[in-house]
Each structure stands twice: as C-alpha cells, then as structure tokens.
C-alpha cells in the first residue's frame, strides 16, 4: 500500500472516530446498552428495549446469517448486496410495536418515531423455519435530560462554602476541561505521527 493511500485511511479513521462521538445530539444521556441475539429462524426478537419518542438511538450489527439454508445463502446485516429495488433479502430490520418497518443493516441510528418496543428481525418473503445462524447487535439509548433532572443532578450549594472549596472545584473542573481537550486531539495527533513515520520511511527507501 502507497504512503498516500495509508494517510487517506488514517485520515478516515480520524473522521470515523469523530463523528461517531459527535452524533449524539447534546444533553441526551445513555439511559441503556445492550448486546441482543437475533435468530435468523425467528420473525421478530424483542429487544427489551422499550423507546419513548425522541429518544436517540444507534445500534451496530455484526455476524453472518442465511436465509436459506444453503450455504451460498450466507450474508451480513445487510443482507444482499446486488438488489436493485426493495429492502434486500436477509437485511436486518426492525419496528416499534406494530409501527412501519425500517431498514437497519450494520449501522443504524435515529429518534424513535413513536412510544413502544424496539423489535428486530431478518427480512424475508419465505417462511423462516429453515433459516439459519444469528447476528449479534448491539443497541443504545440515549434520552434527552429535562430541565428538572438537571437542577436534581447539580444540586445547590451551601450559601456558606469555603473559599477553598470553591478553589478546588475551579480546579477540578479545568483539569476535566484539559482532559476533554486532549481526547479531541488524539485522532489528529493519530494521523500526524503516522504521517511522519511513512513520510522518513519514504525517504529511507528513495535513499
């Protein structure tokens, strides 16, 4: 692989690692993480998870399972990969309670459009009897804090703290900040040092 094509996928990977820290919109809180078995012999499996509208919500999929059980059958969470029309054969998908479905695949996220259990399946037209194997996703639920859960989160402080309390706190809380910064920085100072160590082994090779 040329040094160009590493730096692109560095540079990928940064981008990668970014955004999927950003997607979650502000003031929403993890309220619950999962790992769920998907049967591909099964119509629907409850995820346990019970949304409430505007809920945000990501689930990752992995695994491989048939919808047919021949073995040339085999696919991934996004089922087959040569459908021109519809919702390909063997994708993941899923519903809340009797609502519409939706296409997940490997990656998925969004608000909840209605109240209601997460359910989540294979899509097939054929009986799922002989299907066969399972995906294993992961689901996550973030939900929005109200200005009440907040005030109970950060409760008031007493009117007679001390001047040393507060020196601490101010101190703590710009420790946090520093803390927050470098992690933001990792992905790029990823893709500086990676970028220097092909650029002098280009160099050593040229030599």
């Known amino acids: 692989m040329s040094v160009m094509r590493w730096i692109s996928a560095l540079l990928l990977l940064a981008v990668l690692v970014n955004s999927y820290a950003a997607s979650i919109p502000q003031d929403y809180t993890l309220i619950k993480g999962i790992n769920v078995e998907v049967p591909a012999n099964t119509?629907?499996?409850?995820?346990?998870?019970?949304a409430t509208t505007g809920d945000y919500i990501i689930m990752m999929?992995?695994?491989?399972?048939?919808?047919?059980p021949r073995p040339q059958f085999e696919v991934g969470p996004n089922g087959l990969t040569n459908t021109v029309f519809?919702?390909?054969?063997?994708?993941?998908?899923?519903?809340?309670d009797d609502g519409g479905?939706?296409?997940?695949?490997?990656?998925?996220e969004g608000y909840a459009p209605a109240d209601g259990w997460l359910y989540i399946g294979m899509y097939d037209t054929t009986?799922?009897?002989?299907?066969?194997?399972?995906?294993?996703?992961?689901?996550?639920?973030?939900?929005?804090?109200?200005?009440?859960?907040k005030e109970e989160k950060t409760p008031e402080k007493p009117a007679n703290i001390s001047t040393t309390v507060k020196q601490k706190e101010e101190r703590l809380t710009g420790a946090n900040n520093?803390?927050?910064?470098?992690?933001?920085?990792?992905?790029?100072?990823l893709v500086i040092f990676m970028l220097a160590f092909f650029v002098v082994k280009h160099t050593e090779s040229m030599a």
């Open 43 to 50: 119509e629907w499996t409850n995820s346990t998870v019970y």
């Open 178 to 189: 520093a803390q927050k910064a470098i992690c933001g920085l990792i992905p790029l100072l």
């Open 86 to 96: 519809g919702i390909p054969l063997g994708k993941l998908i899923g519903r809340i």
């Open 127 to 149: 009986p799922r009897e002989n299907n066969a194997g399972s995906l294993i996703v992961n689901v996550q639920v973030y939900r929005k804090t109200t200005e009440s859960e």
């Open 101 to 108: 479905l939706f296409e997940i695949g490997t990656y998925w």
């Open 61 to 68: 999929a992995n695994g491989t399972w048939r919808y047919d």
